[in-house]
């Protein structure tokens, strides 16, 4: 058995064939498709987030209104750029949005990605440490985040304060009991994903990853998979963790569906640098008639591997059309590969 959910980047343009024309859109459209996509039995709402982008960039007012609307799903991201993000307030947004919810919040943070801007962090007042990179900064502020959703103290109170404290040092407040067990880490590679599972953060693969062996993309992806398994082994956390990867999947079960993705398109992994230095491999998509998806998908070993695959959808096309690429996939695919 598995999760399945959507993941969707927001972008919105008023370009042409565009449902998501302006910023409005992708924000009321994103709430919309998460109460279909709980309605339609699936497990997860999933957010992509980006700054200096026609895209999805503040995602505590949408996961919020989500968590309003909806009953049962799972609300997350996938991830939150932590070099833009101030961990405290950061703390109090996340812990309002989780009591909204009733306990679905989860958060998937990560260091970031390639910008729209250069050096975009620095425009939110963040710079790195002497002799610290971006990278090791975003990991800083994710080392406080999780300190201090933990819910202890900290903050010596004032001594004549404007209303009365509990006892003993403060803690963020509104503080959501069990929160620190769903926060998660987009990895990039394998060191990475160790580094989170040490942690004790979930962990996020998504549908790249830096090329480490030059074997196909869902193989070191399932390395990476377990390397992180053996590392929360070795940590010795109490709980189990949990794992997601995200893929583009389409099953062609109407005229719709063999007129946008029926051309084949991304059939192979793709190699291509994500930064001067970094040789990365972009996982391929799916897209087939049921019967040859699933043999297809029976095949990625990272899947396999994964207790939760998050679906990334084509947002502009509109909630209808992603609702029913959603169904297609619960009642086509996953009963046949065993997913439900």
Known sequence: MKKIGFLSFGHWSPGQG???RTAADALLQSIEL???AEELGADGAYFRVHHFARQLGSPYPLLAAVGARTRTIEIGTAVIDMRYENPLYMAEDAGAADLIAGGRLQLGLSRGSPEQVIDGWKHFGYRPAEGESDAEMARRHTQVFLDV???EGFAQPNPR??????????RIEPHSEGLRERIWWGAGSNATAVWAAR?????Q???LKDDETGEPFHVQQAAQIRAFREAWKEAGHARAPRVSVSRSIFALVDDRDRAYFGRGGESEDQIGMIDAQTRAIFGRSYAAEPDKLTKELSGDEAIAEADTLLLTVPNQLGVDYNAHVIEAILTHVAPALGWR
């Open 205 to 207: 693969s998504s549908t």
């Open 34 to 36: 998460a109460v279909a």
């Open 199 to 203: 942690l004790g953060m979930n962990l």
């Open 149 to 151: 959703i933990r819910g």
């Open 18 to 20: 565009s449902q998501t």
């Open 161 to 170: 304060p404007m209303f009365p404290n509990p006892p003993g040092l403060l």
